[in-house]
Nanobody
Framework: QVQLVESGGGLVQAGGSLRLSCTASGRTFNTYTMGWFRQAPGKEREFVARIRWSTTNYADSVKGRFTISRDNANNTVYLQMNSLKPDDTAVYYC????????????????WGQGTQVTVSS
């Protein structure tokens, strides 16, 4: 069982930056694919970024602005978000799975509670 706890959300003006953190329980954190997803009001949950070992991948909408990274010693994955836009406003979720390299939320077994990110124009 893996438990995930996100932090770092908040309110920021367009063009600003935020860093989200997700701390995981479990002794095999470094073997898991870690993903960030987001869900805006009235929309489906969508893929943002993922990392497995040192391989990363991003949604086109955030490429060049967001960076995912992990600190295996502290069981933490980060999402550095720069040049934020109002369209980035959503609840951001951290997810983990031992086996997948997918981008669909349905293939991830473990989820955090979410953290709100609001970008004002």
């Amino acid at each position: 069982q893996v438990q995930l706890v996100e932090s770092g959300g908040g309110l920021v003006q367009a063009g600003g930056s935020l860093r989200l953190s997700c701390t995981a329980s479990g002794r095999t954190f470094n073997t898991y694919t870690m993903g960030w997803f987001r869900q805006a009001p009235g929309k489906e949950r969508e893929f943002v970024a993922r990392i497995r070992w040192s391989t990363t991948n991003y949604a086109d909408s955030v490429k060049g602005r967001f960076t995912i990274s992990r600190d295996n010693a502290n069981n933490t994955v980060y999402l550095q978000m720069n040049s934020l836009k109002p369209d980035d406003t959503a609840v951001y979720y951290c997810a983990a799975d031992r086996d997948t390299w997918g981008t669909s939320p349905s293939v991830y077994d473990y989820w955090g509670q979410g953290t709100q990110v609001t970008v004002s124009s």
